[in-house]
């Protein structure tokens, strides 16, 4: 990556830290399928988790505009939310980790936050994922009028 040698240190942090978000984000826009998103929870499973977390099913859905993912902990299901797609691969990551956690423990005590912690991205995703609502609920600013 070239960056012009006038930025400053903290802007070239800055800089080389959008620009690999961007990548990551072109590279997760590669559509995952239900079946490598299973494949994924798997993997992230063994991980984080010493495989303990197996699913059933693991996909997409179109229907949850208001929560990122979910689960059944009794069915062993897990869903996330097609407004992930296209989203950093370790935001997508951390909703699966969440989701698979709660097959380990149902709530958000304590205990489950506990397993969160071995994802080193948790409070980036989250604080991207908070970015994302937050921008949402932003106001539109109308079109530059011309003069």
Known sequence: MLIPARMSEAEEQR????MLDK?????????????????????????YFDGRARPKSVRWVTNQNTRWGSCTP??????????????????VDYVLLHE????LVPGHGPRFWRLLEAYP????????????VAADRLP?????REE
């Open 15 to 18: 800089w080389v830290t959008v």
């Open 23 to 47: 990548l990551a984000a072109q590279e997760s826009k590669r559509l995952l399928g239900d079946t490598e998103l299973a494949e994924r929870a798997e993997r992230l499973s063994e991980q």
């Open 74 to 91: 009794s069915e062993g299901s897990i869903r996330l939310s097609h407004r992930l797609q296209g989203m950093p691969e370790y935001v």
């Open 100 to 103: 698979l956690a709660h097959l």
């Open 121 to 132: 991205r948790t409070e980036r995703a989250r604080g991207y994922l908070e970015g994302v």
């Open 140 to 144: 539109h600013s109308p079109a530059a």
